[in-house]
């Protein structure tokens, strides 16, 4: 099949049945496997409900919902961070350290030279 021959009703509507056919196979696929863990839950004794609900009595934690998370607050924005590199023949200039490299440390790297000597407080 050459696809460039074919009109674009043509292709939507073939994009139509291969987005079919591959919902039509990970069902039978999902189907298929289920039976197959159910089966061998069943030569174990147990079902599947008892092997699923029993992930939390075996000690193995579920992943808490976003609901119960407990999460930091959000750090507060209070303007740009001081500086920690500065430049080394403008001092004026600096880089906090976070975020996107300025090209002038981004060059100092690339001659081997340490970042630590940028250091604010190295006094340079």
């Not at 089966?39 to 009595?57: I, N, P, R, T, V």
């Amino acid at each position: 099949m050459e696809l460039a021959k074919l009109s674009l009703t043509e292709l939507r509507r073939l994009q139509s049945r291969v987005e079919t056919e591959i919902r039509r196979r990970s069902d039978s696929a999902r189907r298929d496997l289920l039976k197959k863990v159910q089966k061998m839950a069943a030569e174990e004794g147990l079902s599947l409900s008892d092997l699923l609900g029993s992930a939390s009595s075996t000690g193995e934690e579920k992943q808490p919902s976003a609901a119960k998370r407990k999460t930091k607050p959000a750090a507060k924005k209070n303007g740009t961070l001081p500086a920690k590199y500065r430049h080394p023949e403008n001092p004026a200039v600096g880089w906090s350290g976070r975020g996107r490299k300025p090209q002038w440390v981004i060059d100092w790297l690339a001659q081997d030279k340490p970042l630590a000597e940028l250091e604010a407080s190295a006094g340079k």
